[in-house]
């Protein structure tokens, strides 16, 4: 799924294209992307764009309107959506091609890999319909310790779960929550309600350092391209995506955590004491055998 650092390129490099520029029409491929019906899709055409913004993992596009409200057009991504820059009036081809935003500049592609359509567009009138849709979590950059920790702590989480809640924190999902802990050198299923004050110091840092130069870096790349390869997978990624691969730091293999469609990836040495966690299938049919470390765990691979 587009996080932060991903959806601040998006709106880069969008800006530079369709800022100012009337939106001419909104072709729908798939009946299942518009989530809203009032207003309808089409009192958006014709009307010039203002301004391109973040909320949480959304990108949201604000046009014109009534002298009473502007209009406010909301992409939710999810895991497979993306975002391509195509000629003027580019054709919708392909099963994978779910919408397409035509400007006289160009035409914004939107297309959602695999059988599953979860990408969502809306239309609200207003910024307080706007504001509707924000899940609420705090921005990284805008918050300082206290109210980062005060954010977490409103339950007692995991730290994955907990810095991939859209509730609690903006634009974290399972991608950078991984590189996050990494460098906080803190394991992803400690609790919220345990860390201690040197740590809640270390992952506030790690938070924002680590969202921060991905940031600059995807914007980097965003001037001179439309970001058109956006992935969880980085190979510059120091344990996301990179099961069984050496840690950067200290050269041990990166572990994983799988769970339905996701997996959690960390370095056993770095973030828990060379304790290796157990992963839920495994470890139900292991049982007790499951291995506690990184030895045991290659004993076993070697029976």
Not at 61 to 86: K, T
Not at 123 to 146: C, H, K, Q
Request: with cysteine; hydrophobic share 40%; aromatic share 6%.
């Amino acid at each position: 799924m587009p996080e932060l650092p991903d959806i601040a390129a998006y709106i880069a490099a969008l800006e530079g294209r369709i800022l100012t520029q009337p939106l001419e029409r909104v072709r729908i491929a798939s009946v299942f992307l518009l989530r809203t019906v009032d207003p309808p899709l089409s009192s958006v055409e014709g009307r010039a764009v203002k301004e391109i913004s973040r909320i949480g993992k959304r990108i949201a596009i604000g046009l014109e309107g009534s002298p009473e409200a502007d209009l406010w057009l909301v992409l939710h991504l999810m895991i497979a959506g993306r975002l391509h820059w195509r000629p003027p009036n580019a054709k919708l081809a392909g099963r994978n091609a779910l919408a397409a935003f035509d400007f006289p500049t160009g035409s914004l592609i939107l297309t959602e890999a695999g059988s599953k359509r979860r990408a969502s567009l809306y239309l609200f009138r207003g910024e307080e319909d706007l504001a509707s849709i924000d899940p609420g979590g705090v921005e990284i950059f805008s918050t300082n310790l206290d109210g980062f920790r005060a954010a977490l702590t409103l339950e007692n989480r995991t730290l994955k779960r907990a810095l991939t809640d859209p509730r609690l924190i903006s634009g974290v999902g399972n991608a950078y929550s991984d590189e996050i802990l990494h460098v906080a050198q803190l394991s992803p299923i400690t609790l919220t309600h345990k860390l201690k004050p040197e740590e809640w110091d270390r992952l506030f840092a790690a938070t924002r350092s680590t969202l921060a130069a991905w940031t600059d870096r995807l914007l980097t790349e965003a001037k001179e391209n439309f970001p058109e390869k956006v992935t969880a997978f980085r190979k510059e990624f120091a344990v996301h995506g990179r099961f069984g691969q050496p840690c950067p730091r200290c050269g041990a293999k990166v572990q994983r955590i799988r769970y339905a469609d996701n997996e959690t990836n960390y370095c056993a040495p770095c973030q828990t004491g060379g304790k290796v966690l157990a992963d839920r299938s495994l470890s139900r049919l292991l049982g007790a055998d499951w291995p506690r470390t990184l030895d045991e765990l290659e004993a076993l691979k070697r029976r």
